[in-house]
């Protein structure tokens, strides 16, 4: 168990709903992450928000937002789904923002399936 | 931009043998190495890393990794495996500006 917990942990929706994906980081972690895992993209990085500020953005769509809340929860809204969003989304959260010297644990994802 | 390359994308081998798994990324400054395991239906567990110091680097379940700066590699090293290790492995480096950058992964099969 790495700590960071990921709610909820299966979820089936329809193409052009919206859902919420959330994540509670370890505890003493201020900065977290949300990757995208899919076969044919692999682990990608969507976003890296530290002490309720975005901090990095990789590969995220328009439709996809993210936030960090003052007690240090994340949540990552999808909307307009479409079934190439299906996919395990993973929150990971470290202690740090700074790179070199930081380990990132990461939860045990969110499996979302677009039908 | 900085990439991470595994060399094999399936590797299947017999329990007892040994198991190396390539690495090598392209970034020119300094970083931070890793290697995560993903079991089936489970999530990322880190194995082991590198920030600095000795290049090889031991890990949970009897991983080792070397560190090789004049190569940019990292390979992951068991020197006998077991079918629990069957699993996915990804290399990751981690540079000063703080995002995690994957290889693609290497499905390890090990058979009884």
């Known amino acids: 168990d790495s700590g960071v917990t990921q709610t909820p942990k299966h979820l089936i929706t329809a193409t052009g709903q919206r859902v919420t994906l959330r994540c509670s980081p370890r505890?003493?972690?201020?900065?977290v992450y949300w990757y995208q895992q899919s076969l044919d993209q692999g682990l990608q990085f969507l976003i890296q928000?530290?002490?309720?500020?975005?901090?990095a953005k990789g590969n995220i769509l328009e439709r996809f937002s993210a936030q960090q809340f003052p007690d240090l929860h994340s949540e990552l809204n999808l909307s307009s789904l479409e079934l190439g969003d299906s996919a395990l989304y993973f929150c990971?959260?470290?202690?740090?923002?700074?790179?070199?010297?930081?380990?990132?644990?990461f939860g045990e994802g969110s499996w979302l399936t677009v039908v | 931009a900085q990439s991470v390359s595994q060399h094999n994308h399936h590797v299947i081998l017999s329990e007892a043998a040994s198991l190396e798994l390539g690495c090598n990324y392209s970034?020119?400054?300094?970083?931070?190495l890793f290697w995560y395991v993903q079991y089936p239906g489970q999530h990322l567990q880190l194995l082991l890393k590198?920030?600095?110091?000795?290049?090889l680097v031991k890990g949970i379940k009897g991983f080792e990794a070397e560190f090789i700066k004049s190569k940019f590699s990292f390979n992951l090293r068991k020197p006998s495996v077991q079918w629990s290790d069957t699993a996915e492995y990804f290399c990751?480096?981690?540079?000063?500006?703080?995002?995690?950058?994957f290889g693609a992964g290497t499905q390890v099969v090990v058979t009884p």
């Open positions: 990751a480096v981690n540079d000063s500006w703080g995002k995690l950058q």
């Open positions: 970034y020119g400054g300094t970083v931070n």
């Open positions: 505890s003493g972690d201020l900065s």
């Open positions: 928000y530290y002490n309720g500020e975005e901090r």
């Open positions: 590198y920030f600095s110091g000795d290049p």
């Open positions: 990971a959260s470290s202690v740090t923002d700074r790179g070199l010297g930081n380990t990132i644990y």
